[in-house]
Antibody, heavy 116, light 107 residues
Framework: EVQLVESGGGLVQPGRSLKLSCAASGFTFSNYYMAWVRQAPKKGLEWVATISTSGSRTYYPDSVKGRFTISRDNAKSSLYLQMNSLKSEDTATYYC?????????WGQGTLVTVSS | DIQMTQSPASLSASLGETVTIECRASEDIYNGLAWYQQKPGKSPQLLIYNANSLHTGVPSRFSGSGSGTQYSLKINSLQSEDVASYFCQQYYNYPYTFGAGTKLELK
């Protein structure tokens, strides 16, 4: 059974940093592109980042480019999202999802709240 | 960026009814489209990919169609468990973009 379990969310002040993690199991992690998708409270879905199987290629929307970094450790079947210079508009539930294009599996999400 | 315009924003339907939700892309996305269902407090679940391919385990009352810039999700014989929000997503080009969502309720 495919499982994706996010962790690392919490309350953080504007301008500070936070690192999210996603532990994957039930499939060969190294064979799949992985992604982060977020959802602000009572809002729609926003794609945040995608990483290739080896980690050599990463993709971001303009809203987070230069502030967020997606990475992976295939030996640990883990995905990460380093978030720097956080803004109030980054407040959302962050989901880890299996790619490459459509997202067939999602984690339960971890809530990030950016507030002073 | 490719804009996804989803309609309607909300929808009320009766049990057993057929429901259609539409998504229009701002340019041709060559069937690079997925549909997701999200129930309150839960993660999104994939229903359809490549515009018309049913994801494993999804009931056959769900179907997708369309081409070019116009796509639709149809739910036949609406069941109570179909009450949820539905989102389309294009993956033809980065940045991947989602529609704003359709909230489906029972009449």
């Amino acid at each position: 059974e495919v499982q994706l379990v996010e962790s690392g969310g919490g309350l953080v002040q504007p301008g500070r940093s936070l690192k999210l993690s996603c532990a994957a199991s039930g499939f060969t992690f190294s064979n799949y592109y992985m992604a982060w998708v977020r959802q602000a409270p009572k809002k729609g879905l926003e794609w945040v980042a995608t990483i290739s199987t080896s980690g050599s290629r990463t993709y971001y929307p303009d809203s987070v480019k230069g502030r967020f970094t997606i990475s992976r450790d295939n030996a640990k079947s883990s995905l990460y999202l380093q978030m720097n210079s956080l803004k109030s508009e980054d407040t959302a539930t962050y989901y880890c999802a299996r790619g490459p294009n459509w997202f067939a599996y999602w984690g339960q999400g971890t809530l990030v709240t950016v507030s002073s | 960026d490719i804009q996804m315009t989803q309609s309607p924003a909300s929808l009320s339907a009766s049990l057993g009814e057929t429901v259609t939700i539409e998504c229009r892309a701002s340019e041709d996305i060559y069937n690079g489209l997925a549909w997701y269902q999200q129930k309150p407090g839960k993660s999104p679940q994939l229903l359809i990919y490549n515009a018309n391919s049913l994801h494993t385990g999804v009931p056959s009352r769900f179907s997708g169609s369309g081409s070019g810039t116009q796509y639709s999700l149809k739910i036949n014989s609406l069941q109570s468990e179909d009450v949820a929000s539905y989102f389309c997503q294009q993956y033809y080009n980065y940045p991947y973009t989602f529609g704003a969502g359709t909230k489906l309720e029972l009449k």
